[in-house]
């Protein structure tokens, strides 16, 4: 199984601050990478797919970039409303897997 | 809307069965492939299983492979996921979802279910 090991497990920062999360695959994954966000007691909702495309409706702070096997995603400005756990997950090869999670946290 | 419904969690005593429903409403169901992912309590994602679009073809993950079993009822627009055998590391929250693109094995999870809690407990 393709291992996704995300950096770093948790994070605090203030409001309006960028914030960048990074995934590193275990393989090459070609590029087939999303980003959810998950708030307490509810679903992922997805964020960003195939590593930097922005599903319909998610504001554009939220951004996700790739390099190699090494993928990140930003949030240029952070509001309260993105306290949160975000997950990478490959899908390259099944099965899919899901990284440990980020949890951001407001200062 | 689009939408996924999950019903059928309960706590069930180790080693019985507990049988598992997501409901879809809203999209072509019978053109999207269906996965059911879990979440262990305060712990990350980890995929279970998949269903192909006609029901032809599932794959499952190496922790439930011969226990769980996943099925489709496309004339109701219902996906099952029959477990037997659970252990005390079943115990999680069980999301449906579907892929963002149709006809597909694998890809981004667009729509989620709320999740319905599984837990395995004497």
């Known amino acids: 199984d393709i291992q996704m090991t995300q950096s770093p497990s948790s994070l605090s920062a203030s409001v309006g601050d960028r914030v960048t999360l990074t995934c590193q695959a275990s393989q090459d994954i070609n590029y087939y990478l999303n980003w959810y966000q998950q708030k307490p007691g509810k679903a992922p909702k997805l964020l960003i797919y195939d590593a930097s495309n922005l599903e319909t409706g998610v504001p554009s702070r939220f951004s996700g970039s790739a390099s190699g096997t090494h993928f990140n995603f930003s949030i240029s400005s952070l509001q309260p409303e993105d306290v949160a756990t975000y997950y990478c997950q490959q899908y390259d090869n099944l099965p899919p897997t899901f990284g440990g999670g980020t949890k951001v946290e407001i200062k | ?122």
């Open chain 2, 1 to 122: 809307q689009v939408q996924l419904v999950e019903s059928g969690g309960g706590v069930v005593q180790p080693g019985r069965s507990l049988r598992l429903s997501c409901a879809a409403s809203g999209f072509t169901f019978t053109r999207y492939a269906i996965h059911w992912v879990r979440q262990a309590p305060g712990k990350g994602l980890e995929w279970v299983a998949l269903i192909w679009y006609d029901g032809n073809d599932k794959y499952y993950a190496d922790s439930v492979k011969g226990r769980f079993t996943i099925s489709r009822d496309n004339s109701k627009n219902t996906v099952s996921l029959q477990m037997n055998s659970l252990r005390a590391e079943d115990t999680a929250v069980y999301y449906c979802a579907k892929l963002r693109g149709a006809v597909l094995w694998l890809g981004a999870f667009d729509v989620w279910g709320q999740g319905t809690m599984v837990t395995v407990s004497s």
